[in-house]
């Protein structure tokens, strides 16, 4: 079941939460809504939930050609995970789960059997088996998510809706936890939206990575797509990290192995991902932008290196362990920096 | 909570602090109420009972519990729904409204019960309206169902009578209630609500099976605070109860009556029998509570 969301706007009072946004969602995808707090991306999610509508007057909210803009949230056939996990604490897991199927009209709900029967299941796809008897403050933070997305499967939705849904997690069970949903997502194939502001949950998990920013959507692509080819400052910003460098420098890599000068007609900063920066020793006569050792971060797989370049501009480089160890680097050594890749805006792009 | 006497705590010990504790609560509560047991057990046995059991003493408990479990039960009903407004909706002079919820607090039992006199009197605003209406009503229900003794209550009254007794219990009960839930609801996540939505429940199961079993604990809490106010009210209740022996008279004024015929012995028995009845029913309401929350974290 494919999402399309149309010319979407919402305002609290004077806040404007959502401008005009529109999104789709093909059918059987794994969509991150990403973006910093207070970019509208709950937002988005909770109007395709239902929770919250749109503007009168804005656009419209359709599950696969059906408008389902005018459909109340219990009826359009959606999981909704909470980040809170918002479980009935007065309830068992099993009663949990089951809630979705015994609030049904005496006509639609299911026999208790087959409501036992397909609680079970769910356990089981969530790997809670034993734990139906246990109350949700007898679980653990992971196990409560996942307890939630059961309850939330139960009622059969035709897509699944997951609000940070890591983000009260502590970080090695939001790892173990997110590389889980993944492999779910693609057992089960249900058109899948999660909102996360963790830039990392989001490019190793979703098929399409929606980056917003102020109410407006920035980028929709595969991650590597945003992170290789960031459509705009915001997006290089917000995806990893990176250097602005102040034009011009004096070293710059071609494919083809020649090097020179940067420069730019257009632009003042260059955007530069570290580890698109190449480390040499300082030497009279090569072309490279002097700067100097300010810090050396080796622990971990790769080697972080701060260089100060003039007074005050840091630059942050990422080089393998093994290029430190050859270069034999030490605090306030000259070194030459050279761009191997970079991005430039045009000027007026203000952010 | 597992290292209670933990050495490196930074507010001062243990020891300190349960001794002032102890030292306090013995002072103000334990050493009066041990008074009345001391008291009590100077009278021999055949004598204690004749005075906590003769027939207008039974019916004294039975118009105090049972109007202030009544009052206590209303409360818990309306204390909700205020409580309910008070924190889900905002709306002009709402400030008002938080504040007139404390009056009853406030306001001096006495002042309380000869204002209520004077509304629900025969001759007061409401009780003089309420009069032909429950007399008309009285009419039309013999009228209809003849059978009935309906006119056995047409000489129902308001004030000077049970119905009194009652109004002025629920009166001095409701912000017990309202103040109790108010924190809760306060507290509980709108996501369950929009959890329960989701799933598809209609309001009333969202209420039902969602937001009240939540409630439950601070409400029974509510409820037995109300009922345990209730209980020892006498200010308000003496001028509008009418105070007929064996019909309209709850226990605290008996216990006053004795001590004004300088029955020192009668009183602190009867004061005896209410304390011990009230403790088993709070011990009783709190087992319920802590049965309600047995889910929830503290």
């Known amino acids: 079941m494919s999402i399309t969301a149309t010319q979407i706007t919402k305002t609290f009072g004077t806040y404007t939460a959502l401008a005009g946004v529109d999104l789709h969602v093909p059918s059987g995808k794994l969509v991150a809504l990403l973006g910093p707090s207070g970019s509208g991306k709950t937002t988005l999610l909770r109007v395709i939930a239902g929770l919250e509508t749109a503007d009168s007057g804005s656009g419209r909210i359709q599950f696969h050609a059906e408008d389902v803009t005018d459909v109340p949230t219990g009826k359009r056939g959606v999981g909704f995970v909470f980040q809170h996990y918002a479980l009935f604490r007065h309830m068992t897991v099993f009663d949990n789960i089951a809630f979705g199927l015994n609030v049904l009209k005496r006509k ?150 020649s090097h020179g000068p940067f420069t730019d007609s257009s632009a003042k900063v260059a955007y530069v991902r ?42 942050d480089v990422e080089i393998s362990r093994q290029r430190l160890d050859e270069l034999a680097l030490a605090i306030d050594d000259p070194v030459l920096l050279r761009v191997r890749r970079s991005r430039t805006f045009a000027e007026d792009y203000a952010i | 909570m597992s290292s209670v006497r933990s050495s490196r705590s930074v507010l001062p010990g243990f020891g300190l602090s349960l001794g002032f504790t102890l030292a306090y609560l013995g002072l103000i509560v334990l050493v009066p109420l041990l008074a009345a ?95 032909p209406v429950w007399t008309a009503a009285v009419a039309k229900l013999d009228a209809w169902m003849p059978w009935a003794s309906w006119k056995d209550w047409l000489g129902l009254k308001i004030a000077f009578d049970r119905p009194g007794v009652f109004i002025a219990l629920t009166f001095i009960g409701l912000p017990f209630v309202v103040r109790t839930l108010q924190p809760v609801l306060e507290e509980l996540e709108p996501e369950l609500e929009e959890a329960s939505a989701s799933l598809g429940a209609n309001r009333w199961q969202t209420i039902t099976r969602v937001i009240f079993p939540e409630l439950l604990p601070a409400l029974i809490t509510g409820f037995a605070m109300a ?68 889910h929830h974290r503290v």
């Not at chain 1, 939630?148 to 997951?162: E, I, M, S, T």
């Not at chain 2, 905002?90 to 204002?115: E, H, N, Q």
């Open chain 2, 37 to 131: 047991f001391i008291r009590t057990s100077e009278m021999s046995w055949a004598d204690f009972v004749t005075a906590v059991a003769s027939p207008r003493v039974l019916a004294s408990y039975k118009l105090s519990f049972g109007a202030s479990f009544l009052a206590a039960l209303v409360n818990s009903f309306f204390g909700l729904i205020v409580a309910w407004v008070l924190v889900r909706y905002s709306f002009f002079g709402k400030r008002v409204v938080d504040a007139l919820v404390d009056l009853p607090f406030a306001l001096p039992t006495a002042v309380a019960g000869i204002a209520l006199t004077a509304i629900y009197a025969n001759n007061g605003w409401v009780g003089g309206w309420m009069e």
């Open chain 1, 108 to 257: 639609e709900r299911p026999s208790k059997d087959q409501i036992a029967d397909r609680v079970h299941k769910l356990l089981k796809l969530v790997q809670l088996d034993n734990l139906g008897k246990r109350y949700p403050t007898q679980l653990s933070g992971g196990q409560r998510q996942r307890v939630a997305l059961a309850r939330a499967l139960a009622v059969d939705p035709k897509v699944l809706l997951l609000d940070e849904p890591f983000g009260a997690l502590d970080a090695k069970v939001r790892k173990e936890l997110r590389r889980w949903l993944r492999q779910f997502h693609d057992e089960i194939n249900l058109t899948t939206v999660f909102v996360t502001h963790d830039q990392e949950e989001a490019l190793e998990i979703a098929d399409e990575v929606v980056v917003m920013n102020q109410a407006k959507i920035e980028q929709v692509g595969t991650p590597q797509e945003v992170y290789d080819h960031p459509a705009t400052p915001f997006v290089y910003q917000f995806l990893g990290n990176v250097n602005k460098l102040q034009l011009p420098w004096r070293g710059f890599s071609n494919a083809d192995g």
């Open chain 1, 274 to 315: 570290p580890h698109e920066l190449e480390v040499l020793r300082y030497r009279v006569g090569v072309d490279g932008e002097v700067a100097s050792i300010r810090t050396i971060h080796a622990a971990g797989s790769v080697a972080r290196l701060t260089c100060v370049r003039g007074s005050s501009e840091f630059v």
């Open chain 2, 227 to 294: 009922f345990a106010r209730a209980l020892g009210e006498y200010g308000s209740v003496v001028f509008i109860a009418g105070n007929m022996p064996m019909h309209s008279e709850i226990t605290p004024l008996l216990i006053i009556t004795k001590l004004e015929q300088y029955d020192y012995h009668g009183a602190t028995a009867i004061a005896v029998v209410m304390l011990v009845s009230s403790f088993c029913l709070l011990l009783l309401i709190n087992l319920l509570q802590k049965w309600s929350r047995r």
